[in-house]
Nanobody, 121 residues
Framework: QVQLVESGGGSVQAGGSLRLSCAAS????????MAWFRQAPKKERERVAS???????SYADSVKGRFTISRDNAKNTLYLQMNGLKAEDTAMYYC???????????????WGQGTQVTVSS
């Protein structure tokens, strides 16, 4: 059974930092494309950051230079380091895993329950 469990969310003031963690079981983060998504109330879900099997990373323009995605294969955990937080970063953050075909990421098929991040200005 696949489980992705996020933690590390909370309330911070603008300019602050948080590190989100996503502990995986039933899958190896090294064998999947992994990503962080977020969804704010009344807004579409947005992919914030992702990492491929080969370790290539990509970021939404809104977080480039402030957020860093990483994974620790030994701990089977995905991370999102968030610095310089802004009020518009307030959202529920989810980690997700996608299988691959010929090294190409497929659809994100496994999801965590989310962790809330609230940034006050």
């Amino acid at each position: 059974q696949v489980q992705l469990v996020e933690s590390g969310g909370g309330s911070v003031q603008a300019g602050g930092s948080l590190r989100l963690s996503c502990a995986a079981s039933g899958v190896y983060v090294s064998d999947y494309c992994m990503a962080w998504f977020r969804q704010a109330p009344k807004k579409e879900r947005e992919r914030v950051a992702s990492v491929t099997l080969r370790g290539s990373t990509s970021y939404a323009d809104s977080v480039k230079g402030r957020f860093t995605i990483s994974r620790d294969n030994a701990k089977n955990t995905l991370y999102l380091q968030m610095n310089g937080l802004k009020a518009e970063d307030t959202a529920m953050y989810y980690c997700a895993a996608a299988g691959t075909i010929n090294w190409v990421c497929g659809d994100y098929e496994y999801w965590g329950q989310g962790t809330q991040v609230t940034v006050s200005s």
